[in-house]
């Protein structure tokens, strides 16, 4: 079958790379990929979110299936527009319906089916512009730090953590009348703090069964130790050390089995990814956010350990058959640390020759933020690549993806030093 997967990023790479291992797939298109994926699929210049061009493309080229990557054709509605096309409504397109995609698009829609539907998460509210005011007073209800949610997308870093009360109450402010995040904080939730350790789970539905992929942890801020700005993700781990099978019981019984009876409750037709991000509270698993896609870079990781078929996975969602399908995971560890471009989350320079990554052997190097230009592959982004590695446990892969990435070289390239380092003492002797 020929398949059309959208995105750019080190996740698309690595769900080209992981479809292309089936048989399945005859013809692999990428809109509108990266250098990456051009050395192993088809890159097609097709704007994500004109729908209507990528209909005339699917027509075109006899495409069978839609894979979605990134959030934002999700929320914009993508899987509604092929379903109510004639013409191309009998292709699946792998990704929630546009409701569906509200548990990313809207913090606030999130928070108020994660209350529904019983499933543990904090206590919050949301305010507007007109209510501000009521906002900052409710900040004096809480106990420090104070978590401030942007409530549509603000590709990840719409989150601030703060902890004085002055300064939590002049961010509300900032978000909610001076449009700090543009529309995206247009509404703002603000949240309980949870105290704990985070991990995500990652949840392949087909809207009536699901499948419990992999779990991970990432590393969102810039730094090591944890410091410095968020941003989409510095490196990743699974599976997570601490996610034993009595919190993997809790997970799925209180949290996955409730979400997706929640989504058919509801009426809401949801054939995809859900990622559920979790803080584990002394035990006891709790909702942060859904997100309606895999995570980058934990696809990264996620991805390399699925020992199934994803085409066939991804075929029985669109049929409604996945209670049908095995699901088979490697029992290595992976491991992922992202290359960036020095600046990065704030401003950075593109265009930087990259060199050495033909001598890279040990890991998988995973294309994010690249392009070729005049025969060489060049820096086109913050996060340029993700360099994955197996090992018998993530210490194991930790350091095979740090040998690896001695071997690359670009101007201003940096990384992070620390991943993994955080869960060495929760690995049991």
């Known amino acids: 079958m020929t398949i059309l997967l959208l995105g750019s990023g080190g996740r698309e790479h690595a769900l080209a790379w992981k479809m292309l291992q089936s048989d399945r797939c005859q013809q692999l298109f990428v809109a509108p990929g990266n250098a990456g994926t051009a050395t192993i699929a088809t890159n097609v210049n097709l704007n994500i979110l004109d729908f209507a061009s990528i209909k005339s493309f ?7 299936m839609v894979v979605v990557g990134p959030e934002d054709p999700l929320v914009h509605g993508i899987y509604d527009y092929f379903k109510k096309d004639s013409e191309i409504n009998t292709i699946p397109v792998i990704g929630p319906s546009k409701v569906g995609a509200q548990l990313e ?75 700090k995040f543009g529309e995206a904080s247009s509404k703002v939730v603000i949240e309980e703090f949870l105290d704990g350790i985070e991990l995500s789970c990652f949840v392949l539905t087909d809207g009536k069964s699901y499948k419990i992929l992999p779990t991970a942890k990432d590393y969102k801020r810039i730094g090591d130790g944890d410091t410095g700005l968020n941003t989409g993700g510095m490196g990743a781990v699974s599976p997570v050390p601490f996610a034993d099978a009595v919190l993997m019981e809790k997970i799925e019984t209180r949290i996955v089995k409730p979400t997706v009876e929640g989504l058919q409750k509801d009426g809401i037709e949801y054939k995809g990814f859900v990622f559920i991000g979790l803080i ?47 699901l088979e995971i490697d029992e290595r560890s992976a491991t992922t640390i992202i290359i960036a471009s020095g600046g990065y989350p704030e401003d950075y320079e593109k265009g930087k020759v990259i060199s050495g990554i033909e001598k890279v052997t040990d890991s998988i190097v995973f294309h994010a933020g690249t ?18 590695s197996y090992g018998n446990d ?26 993994g380092k955080d869960l060495a003492s929760l690995v049991k002797a």
């Not at 106990?143 to 990840?156: E, F, I, M, S, T």
């Not at 509270?281 to 699925?306: A, H, L, S």
């Open 58 to 64: 699917v027509l075109e080229n006899n495409v069978s």
């Open 105 to 179: 698009g809207s913090k606030e829609f999130a928070k108020e089916f994660l209350v529904k539907h019983n499933i543990p998460t904090a206590a919050y509210d949301s305010f507007t512009k007109e209510t501000v005011e009521a906002g900052c007073a409710f900040l004096t209800t809480l106990q420090p730090p104070y978590v401030l949610k942007a409530d549509g997308l603000a590709a990840g870093k719409g989150v601030l953590i703060l902890q004085d009360l002055a300064e939590a109450q002049q961010e509300l402010r900032n978000m909610l009348v001076d449009a």
């Open 280 to 326: 584990n509270v002394k035990g006891e698993p709790m909702v942060i956010e859904y997100n309606v896609r895999m995570g980058d870079p934990e696809t990264e990781v996620v991805m390399p350990r699925v020992k199934s078929d994803l085409v066939e996975l991804f075929q029985a969602v669109g049929a409604q058959k996945l209670d049908e399908v095995t």
């Open 371 to 388: 392009k070729e230009e005049n025969g060489a592959i060049v820096t086109n982004g913050g996060r340029v690549l993700a360099i994955t």
């Open 394 to 419: 993530f210490q194991e892969a930790v350091q095979k993806s740090y040998e690896s990435i001695a071997k690359i070289q670009f101007d201003q390239m940096y990384f992070r030093k620390d991943i």
